[in-house]
């Protein structure tokens, strides 16, 4: 069945330094890639998205990376800050392109 | 635009019994879909409506269900409620279904079975 598998579960790093997570996904026919990002008590909302005919995204600090033959995408921010301390969960687009299949999440602390 | 409401904020419930719970979609919005988050297990898809109809279900017993209305407003139902069925229940909505579309979340229900 769609599984779509997020590493690490935790992640802490400086402020200023850099942050990559990384999810993997079953379904070869996934062909969309989001990220959302959750606050501490808020609701998720999406940061990034990605789609299979593109391998690099950039906004800002973030960006996101596919690789679709190895079937994995990541997520990297640059000159983290503390407000960048949030549960950052992938997903992909899976079940013939019917609904986002989510990773288990990402806790990523940055310190000062 | 007022976001995705989601009531009540909170709930308790015993075992056995059922509860509801509401979600108004973003104005505009005809597909909603349905989340359990638990620590560990992330997102979990449960179901989606657009137009009044259910166009796909999650890997959930029976128990769960929902509906959708003419406004968009939607529903989640539970019964027989089991201890792990404690979670956060998150509501999204999208202009669009099928997950192409940017999902907006409510605050959630936080559902505690004692």
């Known amino acids: 069945g769609e599984n779509v598998e997020q590493h690490p579960s935790t992640l802490s790093v400086q402020e200023g330094d850099s942050a990559v997570i990384k999810c993997t996904y079953s379904?070869?026919?996934?062909?969309?890639f989001p990220w959302y990002k959750q606050e501490l008590g808020k609701r998720p909302q999406l940061i990034i998205d990605?789609?299979?005919?593109?391998g690099e995204k950039k906004d800002q600090r973030i960006a996101v990376t596919l690789n679709k033959t190895a079937k994995h995408f990541s997520l990297h921010i640059t000159e983290t800050q503390p407000e960048d301390s949030a549960v950052y969960f992938c997903?992909?687009?899976?079940?013939?392109?019917?609904?986002?299949?989510f990773g288990t999440g990402t806790q990523l602390k940055v310190e000062l | 635009k007022a976001g995705v409401t989601q009531t009540p904020r909170y709930l308790i419930k015993t075992r056995g019994q059922q509860v509801t719970l509401s979600c108004s979609p973003i104005?505009?919005?005809?597909?909603v879909s349905w989340y359990q988050q638990t620590p560990g297990q992330g997102l979990q898809f449960l179901f989606e409506?657009?137009?009044?109809?259910?166009?796909n279900k999650g890997n959930f017993p029976g128990r769960f269900s929902g509906r959708q209305f003419s406004n968009s407003r939607s529903e989640m139902n539970v019964s027989t409620l089991e201890l792990g069925d404690s979670a956060l229940y998150l509501c999204a909505s999208s202009e669009t279904p099928g997950g192409l579309a940017p999902l907006h979340f409510g605050n959630g229900t936080r559902l505690t079975v004692t």
């Open positions: 409506y657009f137009s009044e109809t259910q166009r």
């Open positions: 997903a992909a687009l899976t079940g013939g392109g019917n609904k986002l299949t």
């Open positions: 104005s505009g919005h005809r597909s």
């Open positions: 990605i789609r299979s005919n593109v």
């Open positions: 379904d070869s026919a996934s062909n969309y």
